[in-house]
């Protein structure tokens, strides 16, 4: 992704934001959001020996380079299907292809692979659901060559794949409830889901501009905008199903500071910054920084009105997709250098990510009193290896 300045192509789609903007802004507090009691909070795990850069069965595979179209890429989509296919059964995985040529490989025809990850009620018909969609970038630059990109963004996909198997239990037991009080397909409420979005090709083959630049979310977007739902669905595209696009980024790295970006979106992010609050309060937390993204000390985060960032979140903003973009400002000094590898990854930053996106997760979709305990968990595993 690329930090835009004045005047250069993205400068537009800044201009044009308002209008989508004043649109969304309607939408997004009368949305239901339920915050996590302080037990609850205690019941979100984090990913702990699994983001190990060597050893951990979610990170290390994902720390090779993933140039789309190459072996590593491959490697890493089998990683991201083996692990929902085994853990998460009840998720349903689709994936979005689509091929370009860019700047740097002449008349081939470059593949890109978006993996779509997806978990509704069980009695609820697509088109009627509403998605909270977490989305992070899976591809590595081409160059230079051997670059890992652990803050970006191998480690934001591995915290995504621990924030779906740490709400799966909540929404499992809070689905059969409903279910089971006869709530399920009411149309009491409107109907939500969770959607993962692990994107191919966001970054530049030789130099970001508004074509050599997020190959994989500009073929998802357009494709979503027309792939209309029946004429009887709640919602009339997949695009307009996006209820929150939560797209992180270069997260991993120590001392973070995330700002709020879009005054759309600026309550969930205040209700985010209020999970990471509450959760060093109750130190679930490990990392210990100074000042930045929320000091518990009165002072209000920085709020910049200007400031805007290309990433996968644009095609979606464009059609008036709300955004909330978890990324650094400034980006890690490693941005984009052979240093951003496993080694410079900081744990406690990886896991208190991981920790903080499961719980707005679990808030947004409503999971207090829900979510299984640690003992439950034990229970579980103890029950499988049976
Ligand atoms: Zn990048």
Known sequence: MLLLNPGRPGRDAYLRLPTYLAVASLLSPALGYQELSDPSLRRIPGGGSDFDITTGSLLAPILVPRVPGSAGSAAVQHHFVDFFRQQLPEWTIEWQNSTSKTPATGDQEIPFHNLILRREPPWAKRGDVGYLTLAAHYDSLFEPVGFIGAIDSAA???MLMHVARSIEGGL????????EAGDGGL???EERGVQILLL???????????TDSIYGSRALAAHWDTDVYPESSEH???????KLFLLID?????????????????????QMAK??????KLNLLASKPEGVFLPDSGEEPEKPYMGYIADDHVPFMVRGVPILHIIPTPFPKLWHTMDDNGEHLDPAAVDDWAKILTAFAAEWMELDGHLPSAHDAEDTIEHTEL
């Open 187 to 189: 149309g009491l409420e």
């Open 275 to 280: 999970v990471e609050r509450r959760m060093r």
């Open 172 to 179: 499992a037991r809070k689905w059969a409830a409903m279910e």
């Open 156 to 158: 934001p996909c591995a």
């Open 200 to 210: 191919d090709g966001e970054e530049a083959w030789v130099t970001w501009t508004a």
């Open 250 to 270: 270069l997260l991993g790295s120590p001392d973070p500071t995330v700002p709020s970006y879009f005054r759309p979106t600026h309550w969930f992010y205040q």
């Open 236 to 242: 009339r595209s997949p695009i307009e199903a996006i």
